[in-house]
């Protein structure tokens, strides 16, 4: 689905990372590992799209990922390491925005579903203003949900979330490559996660 | 049909986030009317002094209050990667641009020009003049949503300097200030200068995406 070949970034005349090649297909999970600053979220930028490489390429379904962007951008959520969630309103204002805005499937009860999962379902009518970083991280993960797009794309999923939510984050992800998805993600730390292709920057 | 329902509830996310922060669109409104005040009291009871020099007070108040929100235009978005987001679900940076235009124009220019007839009692405007007045308001904070929203795309590559953008907006709206108070003044030249300020919106209108979806661009990626 996504070849990553001989990419290169440079930024102010310095160099990010060069030749970095990886390959996502279906089912499968991509781990990006480095030290802060070694380049793992302008790679997954990259991917996206949003900075322009120095050399190298980025295929989507064969073809080149410019070309193809807008089919990508159909097939992909992104969750960054930032809050994302509308910190004024509610969850369930933040809920029903993104459920309409992504023009989503899924129902009420696959919702309510996935809040109790979370353990979020008491916070409903409370501003994301007020919740801890944790649980805002948690209801980050609720768009991977409404989306429900085949290829996630995740900026340091795992960072201020407890063993229990990783526990569940990881579930999560073998369920999803079990329903033929995929995920790249980052991190500078060892996850226990099961991984297809590990990149190392 | 998928893309016209995305567009629809981009404003209706528009809508619930001008909602939560109305007391925003509130404090633009009062600086209106506090700042029309001190005009009347500096200039004096003199109601034929303030009735001449009415018009430019409106327009020059509604500039100032107008770029008061311009901070907002794309900062809070910028900042928790919801320009981001919203650019992933299919809009290009330019029609992002379009869209925020618009969403500004709704949310913080018409509660102005649903305060300009209050404002026209105050500062003793008669009342055959308010519709020119209107009229000269709809197309000109129109024009000015489109140069707000091209200052601040690049005050987000400029974010120390928020005052950069605003001084931006004063020099390029004096073109229509020049128009809008002199379609008042000089009734009997009304269509050719409202041609005048609607060709000014329709040269804005097309700079706008092209600028403000560069700026965005660029924002996004050496953020």
Redesign the interface.
């Known amino acids: 689905m996504i070849i990553v070949k001989d990419l290169s970034v440079d930024?102010l005349d310095k160099k990010i990372f060069e030749k970095v090649n990886l390959s996502l297909t279906s089912g499968n999970i991509t781990i990006l590992k480095g030290k802060n600053g070694s380049g793992k979220t302008t790679l997954l930028?990259a991917i996206?799209n949003?900075?322009?490489p120095s050399f190298g390429s980025i295929y989507w379904k064969g073809k080149l990922l410019k070309k193809n962007l807008?089919d990508f951008?159909?097939h992909?959520?992104?969750i960054?390491d930032?809050?994302?969630?509308?910190?004024?309103?509610t969850l369930k204002?933040n809920i029903n925005?993104w459920k309409?805005?992504?023009?989503s499937n899924i129902n009420n009860s696959q919702i309510e579903t996935a809040l109790k999962t979370l353990k979020l379902e008491n916070y409903l009518n409370q501003k994301v203003g007020t919740l801890s970083l944790g649980e805002t991280k948690k209801l980050e993960f609720l768009r991977l949900i409404i989306e429900n797009k085949s290829v996630w794309i995740l900026d340091e999923p795992l960072s201020n979330l407890d063993e229990s939510s990783i526990e569940l984050m990881k579930q999560t992800f073998e369920d999803h490559c079990a329903q033929e998805g995929s995920i790249i993600f980052s991190s500078h730390q060892n996850p226990g996660i099961y991984v297809t292709e590990e990149v190392n920057l | 049909m998928?893309f016209f329902?995305?567009i629809l509830?981009?404003y209706?996310?528009e809508y619930?986030?001008n909602i939560?922060?109305f007391q925003d669109i509130l404090t633009n409104i009062i600086f209106f009317f506090v700042s029309i005040f001190i005009f009347i009291f500096s200039v004096g009871p003199n109601k034929e002094t303030i009735s001449v020099i009415g018009v430019a007070i409106v327009w020059t108040l509604l500039l100032l209050s107008s770029t008061l929100s311009l901070k907002k235009f794309y900062q809070d978005d910028f900042?928790?990667?919801?320009l981001?987001?919203i650019?992933?679900?299919?809009f290009s940076y330019g029609f992002i641009a379009i869209l925020k235009t618009f969403s500004h124009f709704l949310f913080v220019q018409i509660p102005f020009l649903l305060s300009i007839p209050i404002a026209c009692i105050l500062l003793n405007i008669e009342s055959d003049k308010l519709m020119y007045l209107l009229v000269s308001f709809g197309i000109g904070s129109l024009t000015l949503s489109c140069l707000g929203s091209i200052s601040s795309s690049m005050n987000l590559m400029n974010q120390r300097n928020f005052l950069l953008g605003s001084v931006i907006v004063m020099i390029f709206s004096v073109p229509i200030i020049i128009f809008s108070v002199g379609i008042i003044n000089m009734e009997e030249n009304f269509n050719s200068l409202i041609n005048i300020l609607f060709g000014i919106l329709l040269i804005v209108f097309a700079i706008n995406p092209w600028a403000s979806g560069l700026c965005l661009k660029l924002s996004?990626?050496?953020n």
């Open positions: 930024r930028k996206l949003i900075i322009e807008y951008y159909n992909v959520t992104y960054s930032k809050t994302s969630s509308l910190k004024k309103l204002d925005i309409r805005f992504f023009c | 998928k329902n995305k509830f981009f209706y996310r619930k986030l939560s922060g900042e928790n990667g919801n981001l987001i650019h992933l679900n299919g996004l990626e050496n």
